[in-house]
């Protein structure tokens, strides 16, 4: 090919690409301009690879006159993209631009759950009575859950039909009861300790029944430690969360871990002992379950029963919560109905 044939080439090239220059109308479309004529594969590239079709005495002019244009074409790009950037981000603020003029939109701010908040109330109190706040796992052995607590090895509560099995020796815990071998394994009394945390049984649901549950449990360790201190603790816990009016009564009841053994209940909140619906005309509500801790526990753990004694109480946290705002269905706690948990 002649030199002159080549120059027309070049001409040709040089107005086709400023007239599409000119034209590009976003960033994107000049990014593709510059591709077609100045990338690896382009076509003023492709210029510069036919400078060998030359004699040698014209190839350095040539040469030249392509470079001249690529950086012609460079620079028009530069100003193309100047004005089409500034044109792109001109549109774009008018279409992010906030109408002022329009009430703003609140936001619904998270609260927290009513069982979170009666948890967190229940160990503040206990924090203030002295004790320790200490957490187990859910995923408990059998010989916490149940062993070393004193149960006997026919008892129900140990049937895989009462408890969720993971494997031969671990369950979900059915109580935070569990905790007490593990802190009587590491610690030596005098001890306060006080656990809140889920516990799960094979149990149906329904209105005062659930799979999963919150327990409380609390025991005391030392020296001289008798029924009256019991009732003391739980006295006081008592009016700290019902009210200082609030009165406690004490029966016989059977737990394996804890001799003697007895059902605590306070005085109804709501009709003073007169009889109401809330204490199904009884004066007195139930609570839970508590008593000394048996001999054989912490002998079990080394600790002397005869210079040591101690108490454990537990109760649950929906059954405070039920209490606290008068409700009376246990599954609204865990149906996640916003029309429920906003009255909190």
């Given at each position: ?35 077609e ?7 003023v ?9 030359l ?22 790009l530069?100003?193309r ?61 059998y ?81 001289g ?54 204490c ?15 001999p ?42 916003l029309r ?5």
């Open positions: 090919m002649s030199e002159t044939n080549l120059q027309a080439v070049l001409e040709t090239l040089r107005q086709e690409a400023e007239t599409n220059i000119s034209l590009a109308s976003s960033s994107g479309e000049l990014s593709q301009i510059e591709t004529y100045l990338g690896r594969k382009g076509k590239t492709e210029l510069l690879r036919r400078t060998g079709e004699p040698k005495e014209e190839r350095p002019a040539w040469g030249q006159n392509v470079n001249q244009l690529k950086d012609q074409l460079v620079e028009k530069s100003e993209r100047t004005v089409v950037e500034a044109e792109e981000s001109e549109q774009r603020l008018r279409g992010e631009a906030l109408d002022v003029t329009l009430p703003g939109r609140l936001y619904r701010l998270g609260k927290k759950h009513p069982l979170s908040t009666t948890a967190a109330e229940v160990k503040q109190i206990f924090i203030g009575l002295g004790y320790q706040i200490v957490d187990g796992p859910e995923v408990e052995k010989l916490y859950n149940f062993d070393v607590l004193n149960y006997p090895e026919d008892h129900p509560a140990m049937d895989a039909q009462m408890s969720f099995y993971v494997a031969d020796d671990l369950l979900l815990r059915t109580q935070t009861t569990a905790l007490q071998g593990r802190v009587m394994q590491t610690q030596k009394p005098p001890f306060r300790i006080c656990t809140v945390g889920r516990c799960f049984r094979y149990d149906a649901v329904d209105v005062t029944h659930s799979h999963t549950f919150h327990q409380v449990d609390c025991f005391t360790v030392d020296e430690i008798s029924l009256a201190d019991l009732k003391g603790v739980i006295t006081q816990f008592a009016r700290k969360i019902f009210g200082s009016d609030t009165k406690t009564r004490f029966r016989p009841d059977f737990f394996p871990f804890v001799e003697p053994g007895v059902e605590y209940g306070v005085s109804c909140f709501v009709c003073k002992g007169a009889g109401c619906p809330m199904k005309g009884s004066g007195w509500i139930e609570l839970g379950g508590a008593g000394m801790i048996h054989n526990i912490l002998e079990r753990f080394g600790i002397d029963s005869e210079k040591y004694t101690g108490f454990a109480f537990g109760l649950g946290i929906e059954r405070i919560a039920m209490l606290q705002h008068g409700i009376n269905d246990l599954r609204l706690f865990l149906e996640n109905d429920f948990l906003r009255q909190f």
